[in-house]
Structure formats: C-alpha cells, structure tokens
C-alpha cells in the first residue's frame, strides 16, 4: 500500500473513530444531566457512584467499539494471520502501549500509526470528561467543612 493510500485510510478511520467518541459524549452528556437531576436527593456517594459508573462504562463502550474496528481493519489488510492477533496488536497499539512484539510490514506501517494517535486524542477526551464530571460531583471546600 503505498504512503499516502495509508495515510488516507488511517485518516479515515482516525476520523471515524473520533466521530464515534464524540457521538458518545455528546450523548453521555444530556443524559447524565438528566440522572443527576433525578438523584439530586440521593445520598452524595451512591449519586457519585452512580454517575462516575455510568460515565466511565460509556467511555468504555466507546474505546471498544474503537479498537475492534482497528483490529478489523488490520484483519480486513491482511496484516496478520488470525483476528486473535489483529486484537491483541490494535489493542497495544491503541492504547500505545506497543510491546513490540508484533511489527507491520513497509506497507502498513504509517497506517499503523492512526491507530496509535486515535487512542492519544480520545483517552484525552475521556480524561478531560472524566475530571469534569468529578470535579462537579466533589463537595466545594465550603461544604465539606459543614460535614
């Protein structure tokens, strides 16, 4: 495959991935307004818990749906044997993790990349929603001194 085929295809991908993130929080956002609203009464720490699970689960669901279809496009190019090994390499890579013991061939080694950058831009956006969330759920400083 040659250099800008890859990158336009992990571009591609890239964004797809990206759309699928930001899908997610855009809808995650709403809807946990709407929950904290229900559990306004609750006790702090069930409505935390509560929240915080919910958010962290669709993140989750969110970076799944990301690294299988990473793996499905590594299995799709051929560039490796089996699906288990698609896997476990979109996996590594996401999460940059890259143990190193799976490598790409010339050919899709810049494709390779965007799977990388993809997991940098949306573990950051799901850092940034994560602490926005616990921010807003902590006591202020004021309140936990009345505790």
Same mark, same amino acid.
């Given at each position: 495959? =040659? ?9 591609? @991908?890239? =964004? ?14 709403? +809807?946990? !307004?709407?929950?904290? /609203?229900?559990?306004?009464? =609750? ?8 929240? =915080?699970?919910?958010?962290?689960? !669709?993140?989750?669901?969110?970076? #799944? ?8 496009? +590594? ?5 490796? /044997?089996? +699906? ?6 979109? !996996?590594?890579?996401? !999460?940059?993790?890259?143990?190193? /013991?799976?490598? @790409? ?5 810049? +494709?390779? #990349? ?7 831009? #949306? ?25």
């Amino acid at each position: 495959m =040659t250099a800008a085929s890859q990158i336009l295809l992990g571009s591609a @991908l890239l =964004t797809l991935c990206a759309l699928v993130h930001v899908g997610a929080v855009a809808m995650l956002v709403p +809807f946990l !307004t709407r929950v904290a /609203d229900r559990l306004e009464r =609750t006790e702090s720490r069930l409505r935390t818990l509560i929240i =915080t699970s919910l958010n962290v689960l !669709t993140l989750l669901v969110a970076h #799944t749906i990301q690294v299988w279809s990473w793996a499905l496009a +590594f299995f799709a190019m051929r560039a490796f /044997d089996d +699906f288990p090994t698609s896997f476990y390499f979109a !996996t590594a890579t996401y !999460t940059t993790l890259g143990y190193g /013991d799976l490598l @790409l061939g010339p050919g899709l080694r810049i +494709f390779g #990349t965007f799977a990388a950058i993809t997991g940098l831009l #949306t573990f950051g956006i799901s850092t940034a929603l994560l602490m926005g969330v616990i921010v807003r759920l902590l006591p202020s400083v004021d309140e936990y001194d009345d505790q």
